[in-house]
């Protein structure tokens, strides 16, 4: 075949595959446009989710009230359009719609049973899929903003954890169909277009360049008849003048200057070569010296980290341990050979977390570092704690790996649970002089009513003694003496006896009361300061509360009227009662002395602290109201630091706020926050959830 033919066919074949990219390139474009708007979707949720983060932080800050917070970010995203009239909603994990753009009728509705024409609870489906996977898409059919009809539109829902809330934003497909549709016309006529170029270039080119081969092929058979130097010199002078030559005669004399450099270079070549030669011998020699710099590296790394006191653990994207170190193996129990390659979590340890592969799962998913406190383990069959602090570890490539260090935090738990005791002793001990004042009031009525008694006791005895005097003389004589009757009303007059029938019943009944009111505050003194156990039991809050306030009355009752308001259909909550106790006093003794700082010298009227409880979905709310003197700005963003006190020297320690955040959110995964405004007040609210209490009821 002539290389004219097969210049022809390789035009032909790539004109047919120029074709059939082209085919391929529409039939993916429609899934590469749904795939582009989805991403642009996405990005407008997670610019909208940012919004709410931030708003968040400056809520958790104490510079925004929840209620500001939400209505300011509601505000932005409002305004927020892509695509000219696309938009963005929110609304709650209820269903309930919190904002809608183009359908504020549906805004405070319960859409749990809203559905699409197609019979699609879209609302209710949007929920089930951000509790499953946080986020993720759902297709359904909706009306364009002003437009009846109903579209397919697909969206994007993503939760936003800390308010509930679920925000969403969508395109219609009918938009993508459109896009495709001009795509492919585009697509068609710049094919047409191409193709012809490429047949009309190719027709040109065949002619051109073919025959300029023919006249070229011609000068080498010449070559070869009559030498090279006359032959070339020969073709230059008969084809074109001197200085105008075409390409393929500059070919020929091209390839003639070639072989003259090609003996140049073959030179040069071996020369270079001999030079490249010296060259690779000392970089070998570098390079060994690198080599053995790198392995002394190496080992000096290793044995630093084996040397590190705390426990440092690598793993990799599925988990696996990658490093284990020396600390690690004595903490555990474990060698590095049993453990590197095997998940922590199913390695020789023997876990007493109830989901520890979900812990590690959720090390792997996280972006940012945590902390993984309180992971308990059995070892020589005594249970331990271990704190570990998680990084992720981002590599080169796709994949990315974590490290973790920490340490046995046992008898650091320990030492913090003798410290929580040693703070309710003292505060205990801080009461003892005013419940023993609580104890000495009951004490003394019921003392002198006891010696009343007594005292009346012997006028008593004494009138019935001499009655059964006269039931003898009656017995014996029939009738009583005219001195007998005499006597008696003497002994009658005497004893008073019609004083001691009213006075004895009422001395007893308040001998009674008062010795209920030393029986209560010593149970409840008795209940507060009983050590308990570490672990969680189902509680009865409003008696945690009641106890508290009892035990603390001396506190309150010179500056404030305690005003409870507790759901009595509130249910049992999963907590420690000894932690609880402490919470509420702390709280209880801060509100108090807030009040006694707005009363001065005690001249003004008492003040009023407030403590409610109610259930909500999923957790226990208490609330602590005072009227004090409220929080100054300043002091609003450090007030659950360790040691920080708003109060003078000697007044307090700054650690009552600040063990109170302690034991609700970190050991009952609960929230507390307050809200406060100078001259008017400060309300601490207290979360703990109820999901251990309804696991063990299932």
Known sequence: MSLRNRFRMVLAGATLGMLALNIAWI????????????????????????????????????????????????????????????????????????????????????????????????????????????????????????????????????????????LGAGIYVDDVEADWRYDLAVGASFTLIIVGLILAVSETASRSIFHRLDVLVAGFNDLGAHGTAHMLETREERTSPPGKLDEIERVVLGFNHMLGEIQKRDHALARHREDLEREVETRTDDLRSANRQLAAAQTEMELFLASIPSILIGMDHAGRITRWNAKAANTFGVPANQAIGRRLDRCEIKWLHPDMSGEVTSWLKAENPIRSDDLAYERD???????????????????????????????????????????????????????????????????????????????????????????????????LSIDSLGRYEELLEASDVDYLAREIPQAIDQSLDGLQRVAKIVRAMKEFSHPGSNEKKAVDINKVIETTVVVAHNEWRDEAAVITNLDPNLPLVPCNVSDMNQVILNLLVNAVHAIAETR???????????????????????????????????????????????????????????????????????????????????????????????AKAE
């Open 381 to 479: 069959g005594k249970v331990r704690f271990v704190g570990l602090g998680i990084r992720q570890i981002h590599n080169q490539g796709s994949q990315r790996s974590l490290i973790a260090t920490g340490a046995d935090i046992t008898d650091k738990k320990s030492l913090e649970e003798q410290l929580r005791q040693a703070q309710k002793l003292e505060a205990v001990g801080q009461l003892a002089s005013g419940i023993a004042h609580e104890i000495n009031t009951p004490t003394q009525f019921v003392t002198h009513n006891t010696e009343f008694l007594k005292d009346s006791w012997n006028s008593v005895i004494q009138v019935l003694t001499y009655c059964r005097d006269m039931r003898k003389e009656i017995a014996e004589h029939g009738s």
């Open 27 to 166: 039939s993916n474009e429609r899934s590469n446009l749904v795939k582009e708007r989805k991403n642009k979707i996405r990005a407008i949720v997670e610019a909208a989710f940012a919004v709410l983060a931030q708003s968040h932080d400056e809520e958790q800050q104490g510079l925004l009230a929840r209620d500001v917070a939400q209505k300011r970010a509601l505000a932005i995203l409002q305004r927020m359009r892509f695509d000219q009239s696309d938009y963005l909603w929110v609304h709650d994990t209820n269903t309930k719609m919190i904002m809608h753009p183009f359908r504020p009728d549906l805004v405070g509705k319960d859409l749990t049973n809203f559905h699409d024409p197609g019979g699609k609870a879209v609302f209710a489906e949007m929920v089930d899929l951000v509790r499953k996977q946080d986020s993720g898409f759902v297709t359904y059919h909706w009306p364009r903003p002003g437009q009846t009809a109903a579209l397919t539109k697909i969206s994007f829902v993503k939760e936003f954890p800390p308010w509930g809330w679920i």
């Open 600 to 694: 001065g010298n005690g001249n003004a009227p008492k003040g009023t602290i407030t403590i409610e409880t109610r259930a909500a979905e999923g957790f226990v709310e208490i609330s602590i109201t005072d009227n004090g003197a409220g929080i100054p700005e300043q002091a609003r963003p450090r007030i659950f630091e360790p040691f920080f006190t708003t109060k003078p020297l000697g007044k307090g320690t700054g650690q009552g706020l600040s063990l109170a955040h302690t034991l609700i959110v970190r050991k009952h995964q609960g929230k507390i926050w307050f809200k406060t405004k100078l001259g008017e007040g400060t309300t601490f609210y207290i979360r703990v959830p109820l999901q251990e209490a309804l």
